[in-house]
């Protein structure tokens, strides 16, 4: 999509910077454009140009080849013209079909781009617009599709992908080296039947909408780059998706499955800003059930969780005083369908309980880019002075681990030494290993070898089939309970 994407606004955009320094009216301006994809490498023809008393450029049986990879856009018409009111904008209308077509091993197919109401209107495009701070570029379409394939094709059968209403929208500052925007699509549904590299892939989505804003510094060169992590800079991407369902078939010849899938709204979130980064991703829950092809001797498997979620913080700009580092992630009531555990445990002697992971750490930290970047020696360019395990627990099978502890550390020496302790509680841990050693999923050596480590370091609990262990490190040495390891 992405090239096509150019290709279709080549026309308009592509050398904007040096074919405004040589024209202030639009018909020499795009003249030097079409020469200028010439002269790349692409093909361009058309069978009528016709320059209105506006000032308007329309091209008639407009066709652009890209020779790299062999596409092609057909378009009817598309027209630039520029507004009476502020000459540097221009808008550009274009044909409701636009045709591409291309080839896939030596196959050739064809699709359609199929829209109402397309525009594309920007300040940045004729000579006024070099004296213009901010630069604008505006994309929309009251309904935008795409539309293909043959039912006797080898490589496109079926292609029908509907995003409803588009837009899109882009402003640059040249004064402050910014760039800000956003695409909003309406919806993402989709059917399709296609054949590439030998695999054969069908199904069909619906999708809620889906947004993405973003916002960020443009650096001159890879010095200038740095500002990112010295906090002079910044960079924000987000995205929001709405409720979806899917199904797929994919057949590679010597396998095939196929997935079928629900998921509630998800979201994720990356920025650099004052020279930390984040990254933050949420999802709702989400339903799938994989269903091998023929010959393969495995049922459907359903999986299902409640939600996932994974969020990491991690700051840059700590050269003179340390700073807060963060790692978060959740995994709520991972499920794995009866089809699958019966392959195992068709008696169920093991609890199917939903699985639960939970992590939940954090650091003070001490980073200095500058340092790291100049390839200075990574315990003084990165140094950790403490540890908090608020949480990590897993929950599987009947069984659990959980641990939490809290750590200093001292950089004194050659690696930075903790200072601190750990609780560790284990629960159901022998009953879940001795039904795995039962049901030849664990072999009986292993298991005994993995459980007297276990007891040597660990101590009865409370309650049964529960162990539980502090780990004390010290100036000293390490301690289990009380007692030296050796």
């Not at 195992?344 to 939940?360: E, F, S, V």
């Not at 302790?421 to 050693?437: C, P």
Request: with cysteine; glycine share 10%.
């Amino acid at each position: 999509m992405s090239r096509i994407a150019v290709t279709t606004t080549a026309i308009a955009l592509l050398g904007s910077a040096t074919c405004a320094l040589a024209a202030n009216d639009l018909q020499t301006t795009l003249d030097l454009a079409v020469r200028g994809m010439i002269d790349a490498g692409s093909e361009v023809a058309y069978s009528d140009r016709v320059v209105g008393n506006d000032g308007s450029v329309l091209y008639k049986d407009l066709v652009i080849t890209n020779k790299d990879d062999g596409l092609t856009v057909s378009a009817p018409w598309i027209k630039g013209t520029p507004s009476a009111s502020d000459p540097s904008v221009v808008t550009f209308t274009f044909a409701k079909d636009i045709a591409v077509t291309g080839t896939d091993t030596g196959m050739e197919f064809t699709f359609h781009i199929v829209t109402d109401g397309m525009e594309l209107t920007t300040n940045g495009l004729l000579r006024e617009a070099m004296s213009k701070e901010d630069v604008s570029v505006n994309f929309g379409a009251d309904s935008f599709r795409l539309k293909g394939g043959e039912a006797d094709n080898p490589v496109l059968r079926k292609l029908l992908a509907d995003f409803g209403s588009v837009g899109f929208e882009m402003l640059t500052s040249k004064e402050q080296s910014h760039v800000e925007g956003g695409l909003a699509l309406d919806k993402m549904d989709a059917v399709y039947d296609f054949t590439t590299d030998g695999t054969t892939q069908s199904g069909a989505q619906t999708s809620g909408p889906l947004n993405v804003t973003f916002a960020f510094d443009v650096p001159s060169d890879e010095n200038d780059a740095m500002g990112y992590l010295d906090g002079s800079k910044s960079a924000i991407i987000k995205l929001t998706g709405g409720a979806s369902t899917s199904t797929a078939n994919i057949d590679s010849g010597d396998m095939a499955f196929s997935i079928a899938s629900t998921g509630e709204p998800s979201s994720l979130l990356l920025q650099m800003v004052d020279g930390t980064f984040l990254y933050d991703m949420q999802n709702g829950k989400i339903q799938a059930t994989v269903t091998p092809g023929a010959g393969i001797p495995i049922p459907p498997v359903d999986l299902g969780l409640s939600a996932l979620g994974m969020k990491v913080a991690i700051p840059f700009n700590t050269a003179d005083a340390p700073e807060k580092a963060s790692v978060n992630l959740m995994i709520s009531d991972l499920t794995v369908g009866e089809g699958l555990w019966s392959m195992i445990d068709p008696g169920k002697t093991i609890p199917r309980d939903p699985a639960q992971l939970n992590i939940d750490m954090e650091a003070m930290v001490q980073l200095d880019p500058i340092a790291m970047a100049a390839g200075a020696d990574p315990m003084e360019a990165g140094k950790i002075h403490s540890l908090d395990i608020n949480e990590i627990l897993l929950s599987v099978a009947g069984a659990m681990a959980k641990a939490t502890g809290a750590f200093t550390f001292n950089n004194d020496g050659p690696f930075p030494m903790p200072l601190g302790k750990a609780n560790i509680e284990l629960d159901g841990i022998t009953t879940l290993s001795d039904k795995l050693v039962a049901l030849g999923l664990l072999d009986q050596m292993q298991a005994g070898m993995a459980m007297g480590m276990m007891m040597a370091f660990a101590k009865p609990g409370d309650q049964p089939d529960q162990f539980i262990s502090e780990i004390t490190v010290s100036e000293d040495g390490i301690l289990a309970n009380g007692q030296p390891i050796q």
